[in-house]
Nanobody, 122 residues
């Protein structure tokens, strides 16, 4: 079993930056592929980024490529999402997920956090 707790979401102005953090419990963290998703009000949950268990391989949605960076620290059981050049359309609840297979909106993950709200004011 893996439990995930996101933090770092807040109100920020367009063009600003935020760093989201996801703390994971469980001894299998370093073997799990991790991902971030987001859900805007009234919309489906969308894929944002994923990172391999080793941290070597990453993948991003086209909408965030070049602006967001996913990383992990297996010694600290933590996954980060650095978000730069934020836009109003980035406003959403951001979810951390673990044990993910595939990429994009077809990715399937076994464990999910409760989410953290990111609001970007224009």
């Amino acid at each position: 079993q893996v439990q995930l707790l996101e933090s770092g979401g807040r109100l920020v102005q367009a063009g600003g930056s935020l760093r989201l953090s996801c703390a994971a419990s469980g001894r299998t963290f370093s073997s799990l592929r991790m991902a971030w998703f987001r859900q805007a009000p009234g919309k489906d949950r969308d894929y944002v980024a994923a990172i391999s268990a080793s941290g070597i391989n990453t993948d991003y949605a086209d909408s965030v490529k070049g602006r967001f960076t996913i990383s992990r620290d297996n010694a600290k059981n933590t996954v980060l999402l650095q978000m730069n050049s934020l836009k109003a359309e980035d406003t959403a609840v951001y979810y951390c997920a673990a044990g993910c297979l595939g990429v994009g909106d077809t990715a399937r993950c076994s464990y999910w956090g409760q989410g953290t709200q990111v609001t970007v004011s224009s």
